[in-house]
């Protein structure tokens, strides 16, 4: 099956804005598919709710578009049942760890074999950029005019403590290194989580002084750090300064994960 | 091989001038059929995968393509091939 076979043609155009890193990140996605040759037949997208859970109705094979938050419980009951399927879950910001926080730690705990892409946009977009678990110290969203005064999570820790065997983050704008995180994630056993810092410009670049898609993209060209520089500065006692954010993969481990099937 | 953008999907949001190496898209000036300003194609010969592609026989660079996120940009075969003379600028 070449990439094109695995976008749904009559559902294209999608809806997302325009310039909105989703549409960037459904194509990382099915590339890495496409690479490892997966059948149609033996592969399943699941998604909560939000504009990023839209993604999994752009796609050609079967995909489950659930409750907002329940994704992941609905992928694990799909691989507990199928453990041959190849589970590939889409989430949010606010989808994976605000309403869906508790499914998010429990999955990684128990290490279910799914890869779970989050789309990182800082707020809940589909409902008019309200602030998320996610939303930057200081940034603008419509409930926090004056600026976020809380911290935001950090999910790649989070799902490293909880016990996923992979962890990674990419941007929108890294999309070869992106893509290549997710075959990875594909190929390893247990929860693969890839978080992706993306671009909602509609409603976060818009009132956060980043009016340009391009200058979204140009604010993660500049502010990702690579892991090993942020290691190497760590070791020298830099602290990171507060916009800049490390990418890369944080683990690759072989626990024992569930919902593979037993070699026989 | 030649390029290609899909006025039909273009949103014309520009993220694709942000990655080319050759700097082959431009900001655009004029609506397509859709009412979004589509980039403009600057010699769009020069494109590593539109020489190249068939001589390697799989995609090369790509980047434009994985960035857009609106799925418009694409290659199709020129027939009869027309050979071209390409100056590139270092
Ligand atoms: C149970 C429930 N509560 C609230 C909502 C309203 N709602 C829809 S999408 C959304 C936020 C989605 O945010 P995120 O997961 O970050 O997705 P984004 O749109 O930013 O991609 C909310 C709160 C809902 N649909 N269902
Ligand atoms: S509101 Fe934001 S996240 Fe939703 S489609 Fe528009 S740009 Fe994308
Ligand atoms: S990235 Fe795609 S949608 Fe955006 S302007 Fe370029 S061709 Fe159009
Ligand atoms: S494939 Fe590469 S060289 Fe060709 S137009 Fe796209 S970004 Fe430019
Ligand atoms: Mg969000």
Redesign the interface.
């Known amino acids: 099956m070449n990439l094109e076979d695995w976008y749904r043609q009559d559902r294209l155009p999608h809806i997302y804005c325009a310039g909105c890193g989703n549409g960037t990140i459904l194509n990382c996605t099915l590339r890495a598919v496409e690479e490892l040759d997966y059948k149609k037949e033996e592969t399943t997208f699941i998604s909560g709710i939000g504009c990023s859970s839209r993604a999994a109705g752009y796609t050609s094979s079967d995909s489950l578009h659930t409750t907002h938050g329940r994704a992941l419980a609905f992928a694990t009951g799909l691989k507990l049942v199928k453990p041959r399927q190849h589970v590939i879950v889409f989430t949010g910001d606010g989808d994976c760890s605000a309403i869906g926080g508790n499914h998010f730690i429990h999955a990684c705990r128990r290490n279910i074999d799914i890869t779970v892409i989050c789309m990182n946009n800082n707020i809940y977009g589909m409902t008019g950029g309200q602030g998320s678990p996610c939303t930057p110290y200081g940034a603008i969203s419509t409930t926090t005019p004056y600026g976020m005064q809380e911290q935001p999570f950090d999910l790649c820790k989070v799902a490293e403590a909880a016990g996923a065997n992979y962890v990674a983050r990419w941007t929108s704008f890294h999309v070869k290194e992106l893509t290549e995180a997710i075959r990875v994630g594909l190929e390893t056993p247990g929860l693969s989580f890839i978080e992706v810092m993306t671009q909602c410009p509609t409603s976060f670049g818009s009132k956060n002084k980043m009016r340009q898609v391009t200058q979204m993209l140009d604010m993660f060209r500049d502010n990702a750090v690579l892991k090993a520089k942020a290691d190497r500065d760590a070791a020298k006692g830099i602290l990171p300064s507060p916009e800049k954010f490390v990418v890369g993969q944080f683990v690759r481990r072989n626990n024992p994960p569930l919902g593979v099937e037993a070699a026989k | 091989m030649k390029l290609v953008v899909n006025e039909?999907?273009c949103?014309?949001?520009?993220?694709c001038?942000?990655?080319c190496p050759y700097g082959i898209f431009q900001e655009g000036k004029r609506p397509g059929s859709r009412g979004?300003i589509i980039p403009v194609l600057d010699h769009p010969e020069r494109c590593t995968n539109c020489r190249l592609q068939k001589l390697y026989g799989r995609q090369l660079c790509g980047?434009c393509?994985?960035?857009?996120?609106?799925?418009a940009i694409?290659w199709i075969d020129e027939k009869p091939f027309e050979p071209q003379k390409v100056v590139i600028e270092y």
């Open positions: 039909r999907r949103k014309g949001c520009n993220m001038t942000k990655v979004y980047m393509q994985m960035i857009c996120p609106d799925q694409s």
